[in-house]
């Protein structure tokens, strides 16, 4: 949106282009948002200013969230991880209106989500993000098991750190970090992120407090608050852990933590990045108990997962599994690749990281800093007699060439790509430069995920649906007959959000004959897509209606994680 709100501000007379591009430039550097930066270099006063002057110009309205009271019953209409994720909040309940303040009102989708969600009609109006961020950690609240031991920590600890202008001393720091409420405390945060299933611990320093959240089910969830005065102590704590150097805080540094917890060993992957008020640290959990890599506990649908498992059986050629960041298609590769590890194969993967070591599978870590590409690891396993070959991610037109000219000479390939659905993958290899007589000879199967959060059973209950709701589906009309609903009314079970867990959705293309033919024509992805339903593809939106029709997701999953199918 920074485009347009720039546009919007400059013939407005309240910035000048020089000042936007500063503010542009700066946001490429800093990853903070345009008007954020418009503050910093004194363009405006405000980003409360620049709201108004947005809301005027789409005759919406502004709010100032600190003039308003809420009630926090109104609040939780929207579920935190809604609010969360797309930085919306709502104001007060008039009748069957909602009024809500988001930080980007030409977001209909998230507008149409709440709406179906909520069952109200939804009047919005604009807030500056960061305000609202501030109003959603004020009024949900997280409970954990955190709090008691920062609350003896408070009372029992002698520690005191005092900090130099420049940050206490390194012989300090290692006094502190012995202590034992410190290093009980760093030791819970660990461990009650693997006992509640996240995947990822991030802590991060801010200039008056320090943060702790936890990646669960796809989402952060904000823990309780840690102790800022101890905050260079738990760091250094970490950083000890991972065998990283405790002076160094001006660079990036990367480690391992390996634990025992439960009778189980885990490793962390940890990241540590310098921040203007401290050091940020995500710690990456690689829990094998957490790893499902059982093909029929995915989520497939019966007559898909016969699709996918036919062709990880095949001799040669090429197999991908696209989808975004976070969408699952590792945990994909790796279940396809458990089934078919037997004793009379060779299966090399290159990958970037390993995130997780099998038995019997050759895995190498791509380092592209020394020159270790993808695509230098797939030249160097063609001589190293493989049968089966992954290829993390295909990223560029050299690995492509690469990875389909191993199909075509009698190798079974795994890769992924980042395209929205599996019609597009096509012509993502063909632009990327591949001949499209290649890709139509070579690829054997395309699949497209995601993740969606499932409904809490404990909560569940069942919802009508309104006829435009049901219209909104945009869902072939046999589909509709007899269409069901359903929602997590919040509990203590799923910390009152009414989800718990996630499962797969999956668009399973086969290349038949047809489909070769069409990419041998330089078909487009619309042509492609509707042969393919033609010949019994569910589609993404499919298939997440399915589970919604199942139980399984809510309507506000089937909205966030599909897009309406041309």
Known sequence: ???????????????????????????????????????????????????????????????????????????????????????????????????????????????????FITGLTVQPVISPQASIEKVIEDTYTDANGLSEIVSSMEEDSDLELVEAEEGPSESDLLSAIQDKPLVKLVDSIISDAIRIGASDIHIETYEKRLRVRYRVDGD??????????????????????????????????????????????????????????????????????ALMVDMTKLGFRREDLGKFEEKIHLPFGIILVTGPTGSGKTTTLYSALKQINTVDVNIMTAEDPVEFNFEGINQVAVKSDIGLTFARALRSFLRQDPDIIMVGEIRDGETAEIAIRAALTGHLVFSTLHTNDAPSSINRLIDMGVANYLVS???????????????????????????????????????????????????????????????????????????????????TDVEIRRVAIEEGMFSLRMCAVEKMKDGIVDIGEVFANTAVEG
Not at 14 to 30: C, P, S, Y
Not at 275 to 287: A, H, N, Q, S, W
Not at 510 to 518: G, K, N, R, T, Y
């Open 1 to 115: 949106m920074s485009a347009e709100l720039a546009s919007i501000l400059i013939k407005a007379e309240r910035i000048t282009q020089e000042q936007a591009d500063e503010a542009t430039a700066m946001a490429k550097d800093n990853k903070e948002r345009f008007e954020t930066n418009l503050v910093r270099i004194g363009a405006v006063a405000s980003e409360d200013d620049v709201a108004e002057l947005i809301g005027k110009h789409l005759k919406i309205g502004a709010l100032r969230l600190g003039d308003v009271e809420l009630n926090p019953e109104v609040v939780k209409l929207i579920p935190l991880d809604i609010a969360r994720k797309f930085k919306v909040i709502a104001i007060s309940k008039l009748n069957k209106t909602l009024l809500v303040a988001i930080g980007d009102p030409n977001n209909i989708y998230v507008l149409d989500a709440i709406k």
């Open 220 to 289: 952060l969830r904000e823990m309780a608050p840690l102790p800022f005065k101890y905050r260079a102590a738990i760091i250094s704590r970490v950083k000890i852990m991972a065998e990283l150097d405790i002076s160094e805080r001006r660079l990036p540094q990367d480690g391992r933590i390996k634990v025992k917890t439960s009778g189980r060993t885990v490793d962390l992957r940890v990241s540590v990045l310098p921040t203007i008020f401290g050091e940020k640290i995500v710690m990456r959990i690689l829990d094998p108990m």
């Open 441 to 523: 000879s070579s690829t054997k199967l395309i699949m497209a995920q995601r993740m969606c959060r499932k409904i809490c059973q404990k909560c569940k209950e069942e919802v009508n649906l309104t006829e435009e709701q049901a219209e909104s589906l945009m869902v072939p009309p046999e589909q509709l007959r007899n269409i069901r609903s359903f929602k997590g009314k919040g509990c203590d079970s799923c910390n009152q959000t009414g989800k718990a867990g996630r499962t797969g959705i999956f668009e399973v293309m086969p290349i038949s004959p047809a489909i070769e033919q069409l990419i041998l024509d330089k078909a």
